[in-house]
């Protein structure tokens, strides 16, 4: 059975850089043909798709989002990771991370509060 | 840039009733990649519609999906008090690779 959790620091400063790290079990980041990525959503808000990384290795932004966006991965610990630089209180969001195909599986999701 | 818009942005209806939402997109979309799904405040959303027809493990008969093209329909016959949520259409494929519709709240009148 698929899990997958978020964690992180639930409070970043403005003009920081918001880190996150998605901890996957019972499937494999690297082996399976999926796109492992991050969704958020601001408070009272819709979802915005960030990014994704591939199996293969491969990367993929929102155009929105790409100047400030990397994920990148750890096989060897089955997790991927979010970094969003030059976050502002408009990042403020509860942040997914995602098992993606032509659907979306979700992580529980985790608060990123942008705040000095 | 394909864009999902979804009407009513809130349907407000009573249990027993049904309930038709619409997702609109800006250009042809696969059926093969559109989806839905169901948030209630506090969870994170569940899907319910894949592939514009086909519903996902655990969900019940009374949704049902539709469409093709640039229009899609969600809709949910004899209103249960659990279907009560805020409802996303999702499209695949397309730069960017994810998007999702703004949502429609359906709410109990």
């Known amino acids: 059975q698929l899990q997958l959790q978020e964690s992180g620091p639930g409070l970043v400063k403005p003009s920081e850089t918001l880190s996150l790290t998605c901890t996957v079990s019972g499937d494999s980041i690297s082996s399976s043909a999926y796109y492992w990525g991050w969704i958020r959503q601001p408070p009272g808000k819709g979802l915005e798709w960030i990014g994704s990384?591939?199996?293969?290795?491969?990367?993929y932004y929102n155009p929105s989002l790409k100047s400030r966006v990397t994920i990148s991965r750890d096989t060897s610990k089955n997790q991927f990771s979010l970094k969003l630089s030059s976050v502002t209180a408009t990042d403020t969001a509860v942040y997914y991370c995602?098992?993606?195909?032509?659907?979306?599986?979700w992580g529980q999701g985790t608060l990123v509060t942008v705040s000095s | 840039e394909i864009v999902l818009t979804q009407s009513p942005g809130t349907l407000s209806l009573s249990p027993g009733e049904r309930a038709t939402l619409s997702c609109r997109a800006s250009q042809s979309v696969s059926s093969s990649y559109l989806a839905w799904y169901q948030q209630k405040p506090g969870q994170a959303p569940r899907l319910v519609i894949y592939?514009?027809?086909s519903r996902a493990t655990g969900i019940p008969d009374r949704f049902s999906g539709s469409g093709s093209g640039t229009d899609f329909t969600l809709t949910i016959n004899r209103l249960e008090p659990e279907d009560f949520a805020v409802y996303y259409c999702q499209q695949y494929g397309y730069s960017p690779l994810y998007t999702f519709g703004q949502g429609t709240k359906l709410e109990i009148k």
């Open positions: 592939a514009a027809s």
């Open positions: 995602a098992r993606g195909a032509a659907e979306v599986e």
């Open positions: 990384i591939y199996y293969s290795g491969s990367s």
